[in-house]
């Protein structure tokens, strides 16, 4: 199937010439044409499946063929600044290609208000924000939201898990009633199901699988190692493996600073990327990472969301994930676009039984390293049946079922 197929006017076809678009994904081939038709759509697709195109694309057509005005006729809300950040720059592409220029807006937390306030001053036809600051620019008298014909929830399942629900419901009270909503999400707890019910108006409905990775690309390896030994293990790696890039996920903020200070301090050009950066010291993280002035990037799992990396040959677990749907989604930031890639854990002796869980769900055993002067000499603990796998843990009910009817026995 062609874009050609899918009903996009002559102007957005020569925007996707334009861009080098080829041929849609399964999320533009269902949601370009439902999008078009003018109806609701709630959408399941995973992050990585096109979909910001997949709306992108018939909103930039159905604005061109409606009139101009100063307030925005379309609404994107999304989770992070990251992706608010991601989803603008791709509008503004495809907009600077067409023969009408379309204002395309980002607003977003974590910087001053002042600049973003200026730069609606003369108007915008798009928004694309995060709902905490959207708010405090309405509340400055800096957006109106009346206009509104196009509404986009992006991830809306983060959106929810992040703690928008509040701002989420005040958004929409902003909004006119009628409106195109358009609902995008990689999951569907009861929270978003509630959501699309309150606000879809007979919805179509489009599911999208997750591609798994291409695991047979990804050459993974567990490394047995002492908890404080994972350093100089890492910097070893890095120095002879020839990587060129490096991903490194560890469990915590703390850990993304001291760890990449260490390889900082051996000559290893490292950088923390974390949760509670400052926009502006996330966007200079990723320009030093793309220019290659940073070569190894150690981040957290909610850092390290919706970030595409390209040609990146080795993704390190310097701290386990907690559950292996996090390990798959880790490991397959490499091996991508054809390439082949490494992933390599690092597998304190207490964290044997998690990782052999971990093995288990994706139902491959990777054998287990040591590395000359890195051998490992902690003993592991006795033996967890659970692994720590999140999840998979005795809840306080089962531990309290367990005991009572241990005392049963008894008497």
């Known amino acids: ?81 990251e992706l608010a950040v991601q989803v603008g720059d791709a509008l503004r592409e495809l907009s600077r290609h067409l023969p009408q220029r379309l204002r395309v807006a980002v607003v977003f937390g974590g910087v001053s208000i002042n600049p973003q306030l200026m730069g609606l001053r003369g108007g915008c036809d798009i928004v ?23 509404l986009v929830l992006d991830e809306a399942d983060r959106l929810l898990a992040l703690g928008f629900a509040e701002e989420l419901q005040r958004v929409l009270g902003l909004l006119p009633a009628q409106r195109q909503n358009l609902l995008f999400s990689a999951t569907f707890p009861k929270s978003v199901e509630a959501l699309a019910a309150a606000q879809l108006r007979e919805p179509q409905r489009i599911t999208v699988a997750a591609e798994a990775p291409r695991l047979e690309a990804i050459r993974q390896r567990s490394i047995v190692v002492d908890t404080d030994k994972r350093t100089p293990l890492l910097r070893h790696l890095l120095e002879t493996e020839g990587w060129q890039r490096a991903l490194v996920f560890v469990a915590t903020k703390y850990a993304t600073e001291h760890v990449s200070d260490k390889l900082w301090a051996k000559g290893i050009k490292a950088a923390a990327l974390h949760g509670e950066l400052s926009q502006g010291g996330r966007a200079k993280v990723l320009v030093a990472l793309k220019s290659g002035e940073v070569a190894v990037l150690v981040a957290t799992d909610l850092a390290a969301r919706g970030l595409d990396i390209p040609e990146l040959p080795a993704v390190i677990n310097y701290d386990l994930p907690r559950s292996p749907a996090d390990y798959t989604h880790r490991i397959g930031r490499t091996g991508r676009a054809g390439a082949t890639g490494d992933a390599v854990s690092f597998v304190p002796p207490a964290s044997e039984a998690h990782f052999r869980l971990i093995e288990k769900r994706q139902g491959r055993r990777v054998e287990r390293e040591q ?38 026995v008894k008497d």
């Open 1 to 81: 199937m062609s874009f050609q197929t899918l009903g996009l006017g002559p102007a957005v076809m020569r925007a996707l010439r334009d861009q080098g678009y080829h041929a849609p994904t399964p999320v533009q081939q269902a949601a370009i044409p439902a999008v078009l038709a003018g109806g609701d759509l709630l959408a399941l697709a995973p992050t990585g499946s096109g979909k910001t195109a997949a709306y992108a694309l018939p909103l930039l057509q159905q604005l061109l063929q409606s009139n101009p005005q100063r307030d925005p006729r379309a609404l994107l809300l999304l989770p992070t600044r």
């Open 128 to 150: 694309v924000a995060t709902p905490g600051r959207l708010l405090d620019i309405v509340d400055h008298n800096g957006l109106r939201l009346d206009a509104v014909r196009h």
């Open 371 to 408: 590395i000359a002067g890195y051998e490992a000499t902690e003993e592991a603990p006795a033996s967890d049946p659970n692994g720590g796998v999140k999840g998979k843990r005795k809840s306080k009910k089962d531990k309290l079922r367990e005991a009572a009817a241990a005392a049963a």
